[in-house]
């Protein structure tokens, strides 16, 4: 007999923001060419994606897997999405009777806005993502390198170190598929894995007393790190993800500030003010002057 497929929490999750996005898209569609019908289509599917989204979000064996960092604001999140449904299917039905009224347009666009803000915020972009799997690997390697006199440790870095680089995998695949010349993340990525399947295979030996092991370990790590570096210059995801971060911490003002709760805009305001100067110390590193311009911009 076959089993049931059963999708992990995290997919089924993913599966229902990717719904959300495509049904917002399509409804803006729908309001341009003054679709009603098309119109009302997305909007029942976008309100059960949002309410699919919310859920999955929300599960407790989702959440408690999680880093505890993270818990509180997800589950926020999914709390923002249903509180921003009854909005979003209000103006939804008031432009379904006069699709050609601008005013009931941009009061559903404006909707969609809030809906898709809300929804996307526990979502790293690929940048930030890469920013923080970046970190985990170097992180890993410190870990493999320090505890190789000592199995347990060696193994239980590995496995970190091999999980944030399938997680790399993950997102220079996506990242791919935005640049012009994906070949130049695809290789360095291969690089990694490469080097990483060598260090996977020698430092269990290392940790046992191994010193030629411990040698090709010491001596594959800083190809990992090359790697990690050639497929940054590729994508410049480390000069993009600050940037990115003042405009998630301007979004979560905005979701805050249209929350009914005042004790949320604070330490909204607070994030922000973090976040710009942080930017602001980022650019003075930032080498490319086309990622720094774009920087300045961002923090004008």
């Known amino acids: 007999m076959v089993q049931p497929c059963t999708k992990k929490p995290e997919d089924i999750e993913q599966d229902a923001f990717e719904r959300l996005k495509d049904n917002l898209n399509n409804l803006r569609k729908a309001i341009h060419d ?61 432009l379904s009777g006069e699709p050609a009224n601008p005013e009931k347009q941009e009061d559903l666009l404006d ?29 890993g390697l410190r870990k493999v390198g320090d505890g190789l006199n000592d199995p347990k440790a060696t193994n239980d870095a590995l496995d970190d170190l091999a999980r944030a680089i399938g997680n790399l995998r993950r997102v220079g695949d996506r990242l791919k598929e935005k640049n012009p010349h994906p070949d130049s993340i695809e290789k360095p990525l291969n690089e ?3 080097a990483f399947n060598r260090i996977k295979q ?38 993009i993800a600050p940037i990115q971060d003042v405009e998630d911490a301007l979004d979560n003002v905005v979701v805050a500030a249209s929350s009914n709760d005042p004790n949320r805009v604070a330490p909204s305001l607070k994030d922000l003010v973090a976040r710009v100067n942080d930017l602001g110390d980022h650019l003075n590193s930032v080498q490319d002057p086309r990622a720094r311009q774009i920087g300045q911009d961002a923090l004008d």
């Open 202 to 239: 020698k430092a269990p030996l290392a940790a046992k007393g191994d010193k030629n092991a411990a040698k090709e370990v010491h001596d594959n790590i800083p190809h990992v790190k090359r790697a990690l570096n050639d497929i940054n210059n590729a994508t410049h995801a480390l000069d």
């Open 111 to 139: 909707a969609i806005r809030r809906l898709r803000r809300v929804a996307g915020n526990p979502f790293p972009s690929d940048e930030k993502d890469f920013r923080d799997n970046y970190n985990d690997i170097l992180n």
């Open 34 to 94: 003054q679709d009603p019908k098309m119109a009302n289509i997305q909007t029942k599917l976008a309100a059960q994606a949002a309410k699919d989204l919310s859920q999955a979000m929300s599960d407790p064996q989702r959440l408690m897997k999680l880093p505890p960092n993270q818990r509180e604001p997800r589950a926020q999140a999914a709390k923002d999405i249903l509180d921003n449904l009854p909005r979003f299917l209000k103006n939804a039905k008031a």
């Open 192 to 194: 990694l894995e490469q």
